[in-house]
C-alpha cells in the first residue's frame, strides 16, 4: 500500500483505499490522547464543522467532536428544507467568524455543500477539506428527500482548490463505494475506507469516532507549510 502523502490545493491524485483497522474499539483514553493530538495540530487553523440533512444530533460524531475540540459549528436556518443558497449563506455567516485558514469537517450534505461552496469562491483562506459520506444527489436515496435535487444541485466534478480527504463507508445507503471513487477523482481527493459503518451519521455506533480523528491528525500533518502559519 502507497503511504499517504501530502495534496496540493488544485491538483487531482488517484484516490487510494484505506482500509479501516481492524481490532478492538479504542479505550477513552486512547480518543483523548487522539483530540489532544488534533487540538495541538489545528492551533494555525479554524475548524467548521459542517452538518448535514436534518444537523447532526448530540450522539454524532460532529457533535462529540466539537465538544472535544476548539472548532465552529455552521448552523441553517432550515435543516430539513435544504437549499444551496440559503445553506451556503449559513456557512459564510459562520466563515466570518474565523481569522485563520479553514479546515473543514463536513458530513453528508454538508460536504456536497462545502466541494460546491469551495469550487466557486477565492474571498477565504481554506487549507483543506475532510469530507465525510458525501451525499451523492444522483443516488436513489437522495431521489426520496423531495425537492432535494432541484433545489441543492450536486457540484461539478472538478479539482477542488485546497487539500481533501474523502471517507466512505462501504454500506452507505446515500453513497455507493463507486460513487464515493468518482468523487474523490472528480475532487482530486484522497478516498479513506471506513468500513461498513452505514452513513456514518447520527444512527452510526462510531462514537466519537478514534478513526477519524486519528485521519484527521494526519491530514493536517500533510499541509503544505505554506499553511501553517497563524
Known sequence: ??????????????PLPIPMAHGLPPAPEDTAALARRVRDLLVP???????????????????????????????????????????????????????????????????????????????IPVAGAFLVAPADLHGPRARQVPGLVRDFAP???????????????????????ARARAFATGWGARLLSAGAQGHLGNSSAVGAWAQGLR??????????PTHTAP
Open 45 to 123: 487553523y479554524d475548524l467548521v464543522i459542517v452538518p448535514g440533512l436534518h444537523d447532526s444530533g448530540p450522539l454524532h460524531w460532529q457533535s462529540r467532536w466539537q465538544s472535544l475540540l476548539p472548532s465552529h459549528r455552521v448552523r441553517q436556518a432550515d435543516w430539513n428544507h435544504p437549499t444551496y443558497d440559503a445553506w451556503a449563506r449559513g456557512l459564510e455567516r459562520t466563515l466570518v467568524q474565523c481569522h485563520r485558514p479553514v479546515i473543514f469537517a463536513a458530513h453528508s450534505l454538508g460536504a456536497v455543500l462545502v466541494a460546491r461552496w469551495g469550487a466557486q469562491q477565492t474571498r
Open 155 to 177: 457540484p461539478a466534478p472538478t479539482p477542488l482548490p485546497f487539500a481533501t480527504r474523502l471517507i466512505a463507508s462501504g454500506n452507505d445507503e446515500w453513497l455507493s463505494p
Open 215 to 224: 485521519w484527521l491528525a494526519e491530514f493536517i500533518e500533510t499541509l503544505p
Open 1 to 14: 500500500m502507497t503511504p499517504d502523502t501530502a495534496s496540493r490545493p488544485g491538483t487531482a491524485h488517484s
